[in-house]
């Protein structure tokens, strides 16, 4: 079993940055997977990252570009560095990881881009 708490939401201008970060109770070195999802209001959730633990990344085309996923597994930690940011990419932000068909979600942070 895997705890997951995310951090670092919150309100941010068109245009700024912010940094989410999501916490794990267990070791992620051998987790396969980490990922960040997101859900806007009366949408569905959508992938934004993930990293392999290997180091491999993808992203939606949406946030390639401006989006940065990186996992530091001494501190069993993933980030979403999120720049450039637009207010379509308000939503509320959750961490998943994949242990080899285990699945487990974190309770999410929102991120609103309003001016």
């Known amino acids: 079993q895997v705890q997951l708490v995310e951090s670092g939401g919150g309100l941010v201008q068109p245009g700024g940055s912010l940094r989410l970060s999501c916490a794990a109770s267990?070791?992620?070195?051998?987790?396969?997977?980490m990922a960040w999802y997101r859900q806007a209001p009366g949408k569905e959730r959508e992938l934004v990252a993930s990293i392999t633990a290997g180091g491999s990344t993808n992203y939606a085309d949406s946030v390639k570009g401006r989006f940065t996923i990186s996992r530091d597994n001494a501190k069993n930690t993933v980030y979403l560095q999120m720049n450039s940011l637009k207010p379509e990419d308000t939503a509320v932000y959750y961490c998943?990881?994949?242990?080899?068909?285990?699945?487990?979600w974190g309770q999410g942070t929102q991120v609103t881009v309003s001016s």
């Open positions: 998943n990881a994949n242990d080899w068909g285990l699945i487990y």
């Open positions: 267990a070791s992620i070195f051998s987790i396969n997977a």
